[in-house]
């Protein structure tokens, strides 16, 4: 148990659908990450945010959204995905950005299937 | 950020230790090495960070060769619980970014 946890843990959906995911970090951290698992490939960011403000946006397509609210919540918004958007998506906290080490700790994961 | 290169992968024998290797040769003076594992299915766990000085933990010690060039992940008595893929990653002080490769594929056998 990390102190990060992510909803749903599998989740599969149609091309047309839309879904979210949400993480949330019991940990009193300033700084969230999605990041994006695809088969055999490595880890890849596609999102940062500290503070609530969005700085690293890794040129992630536009159907997916995401949303941080506070500190301790983020949200991946997902609408007219493809087959190949299938992939592990983790989320990942740290006390911040800008330290000078800056461990991260991740959630276990949603495992999305698109269809 | 500096790359990384890591042998794919790597056996042990329960209860000896795993040395994994991971060169860094062009990483800069503010980069940090930083190790993660990652269980099947499940996401990455921290394990240990370093500068240039040799570090411990309770999960693992790391050696960094005096140039930092090149670094080694030591677990002084592997279990079959540390079967994983083990990523080396370098990182500016600073940076929000980890840039995950493709790690080494560790197994302990029994």
């Known amino acids: 148990e990390t102190g990060v946890t992510q909803t749903p843990r599998h989740l599969v959906m149609g091309m047309t659908n839309k879904k979210s995911l949400k993480c949330e970090q019991h940990?009193?951290?300033?700084?969230m990450y999605w990041y994006k698992q695809s088969a055999k490939k490595p880890l890849e960011l596609m999102f940062v945010?500290?503070?609530?403000?969005?700085?690293e946006n890794n040129s992630v397509p536009s159907r997916f959204s995401p949303e941080c609210p506070n500190s301790s919540h983020l949200f991946l918004h997902l609408h007219t995905l493809q087959p190949e958007d299938s992939a592990l998506y983790l989320c990942?906290?740290?006390?911040?950005?800008?330290?000078?080490?800056?461990?991260?700790?991740f959630g276990p994961g949603t495992r999305l299937t698109v269809l | 950020d500096a790359k990384t290169t890591q042998p794919t992968s790597m056996d042990c024998a329960e209860g000896r230790a795993a040395n994994l290797p991971c060169n860094h040769s062009?990483?800069?003076?503010?980069?940090?090495v930083y190790w993660y594992r990652q269980i099947h299915s499940q996401g990455p766990q921290y394990i240990i960070h370093g500068l240039k000085n040799n570090e411990t933990n309770e999960m693992a010690s790391l050696i960094i060769t005096e140039d930092r060039k090149s670094s080694t992940l030591i677990l002084p008595h592997a279990t079959l619980r540390d079967t994983a893929v083990y990523y080396c990653?370098?990182?500016?002080?600073?940076?929000?970014?980890?840039?995950f490769g493709k790690g080494t594929k560790l197994t302990v056998n029994p």
């Open positions: 990653i370098v990182k500016a002080g600073g940076s929000e970014k980890l840039v």
């Open positions: 990942a906290s740290s006390r911040e950005t800008s330290g000078i080490v800056n461990e991260q700790f």
């Open positions: 940990l009193g951290h300033n700084a």
């Open positions: 945010y500290n503070f609530k403000e969005q700085t």
């Open positions: 062009t990483i800069s003076g503010n980069e940090y």
